[in-house]
């Protein structure tokens, strides 16, 4: 089982920026985490991914973030942070960390970003 939890979220101005964070954390022993990210739920939309990470550093990022959002990890932490700038309003909704590990998925409870126009 991988715990994981998340902060930074809040409520900020369109062209301002945020930074999102999650720690994972399990009871068992050693986490062997292949991959983090980060989605988000907007009000009645799916859910829908932002951007996500390997163990080696490999990014990935939703056409609608390049170049605005920045993913990082630290392994040895067990921490993934998403730096969010330039923030638009369709940015608004409920953030998820998500983690892959032993062929399963979990995910965070989610923090909620609310950019005003």
């Known amino acids: 089982q991988v715990q994981l939890v998340e902060s930074g979220g809040g409520l900020v101005q369109a062209g301002g920026s945020l930074r999102l964070s999650c720690v994972a954390s399990s009871s068992s022993s050693i986490l062997n985490i292949h991959t983090m990210g980060w989605y988000r739920q907007a009000p009645g939309k799916q859910r829908e991914l932002v951007a996500d990470i390997t163990q080696i550093g490999r990014t990935n990022y939703a056409d609608s973030v390049k170049g605005r959002f920045t993913i990082s990890r630290d392994n040895a932490k067990n921490t993934v942070t998403l730096e969010m700038d330039s923030l638009k309003p369709e940015d608004t909704g409920v953030y998820y960390c998500?983690?892959?590990?032993?062929?399963?998925?979990?995910w965070g409870r989610g923090t909620l970003v609310t950019v005003s126009s």
């Open positions: 998500q983690a892959y590990s032993a062929l399963r998925d979990y």
